[in-house]
């Protein structure tokens, strides 16, 4: 599972955080296991229940995706299945590209839309000020007027909780700010406090791992693309180098169905 997807998941489901209003326009209640079935046993990655009873599904999207709209309509389709209702649908867009999604499929005789909202529209300042923990660390993703000061305060905010809970708080944050390339940043504002020195060692020993890892799926691509299609030209193994480990992942799944090189790195 995404890295950044389990962090955010376990973000939006604290209590009471400005985030998630900002989000929805609204409270969720209530979370539920939402693995929908049939077609391809897909896992939506928040679903919740709102106080006037409406459904509230959250999809978090780290790179552009063309085929969105038909998954989110999937989702929707299988949400109703198992509980005779749709839900409101909102696609949490987290990535740094600029946003290039549809929200829509249309037809004659259909027509399906969702609410898509790019992370970076939420007003960070604001979150900074939330007393909620969760609200801080979201936004080091959203949109802020001094990034340096914004690591600086989320930090020694960490850095007051009790441990259980900021060693939680302080890997969250080393993965969220990796999608903005702020965790050098993060790492020399908390070696800066004695209290994080422990945590943050064996987060970044966890980091380079996680880069291995990286390397290793980077590799498998490059063999099963080549196979298909032959040595790679010097624009397709830079656009390659740039993907993340999860970007990767997928890629080898794509792989499979892509008609040419063009239409599987497009």
Do not use: C
């Not at 198992?82 to 259909?110: I, N």
């Amino acid at each position: 599972m995404q890295e950044y997807d389990v962090a955010l998941k376990l973000l939006l489901r604290l209590p009471g955080l400005l985030a998630l209003q900002e989000l929805t326009g609204t409270r969720v209640e209530t979370w539920m296991d939402a693995e929908i079935p049939r077609i391809q046993n897909l896992r939506a990655d928040l679903l919740g229940k709102a106080a006037d009873g409406s459904l509230i599904h959250l999809e978090l999207q780290s790179s552009n995706d063309g085929a969105m709209p038909l998954r989110m309509a999937e989702y929707a389709l299988g949400i109703f299945r198992l509980y005779r209702q749709f839900p409101r649908q909102v696609l949490v867009y987290v990535g740094e590209a600029p946003l290039r999604m549809k929200t829509e499929l249309h037809s004659p005789d259909f027509s399906f839309r969702y609410r898509t909202i790019d992370i970076r529209t939420l007003d960070g300042d604001r979150l900074l000020e939330s007393t909620a923990v969760g609200d801080n660390v979201i936004a080091i993703l959203a949109r802020l007027r001094d990034h340096k000061e914004a690591v600086r305060r989320i930090v020694e905010r960490i850095a007051g909780l009790p441990g259980a809970e900021r060693e939680a708080s302080l890997s969250q944050l080393l993965v969220l700010s990796g999608l903005r390339h702020l965790e050098e940043s993060v790492e020399q504002e908390a070696r800066k406090m004695p209290i994080l020195n422990s945590i943050l060692d064996n987060k970044v020993l966890g980091r380079e791992y996680k880069r291995g890892l990286q390397d290793g799926e980077l590799t498998v691509l490059r063999r099963q693309v080549e196979k298909k299609f032959g040595p790679l030209p010097s624009w397709a193994e830079e656009r390659l180098a740039g993907r993340s480990t999860t970007e990767l992942e997928e890629l080898s799944i794509r792989v499979l169905d892509a008609a040419n090189l063009e239409d599987l790195l497009k």
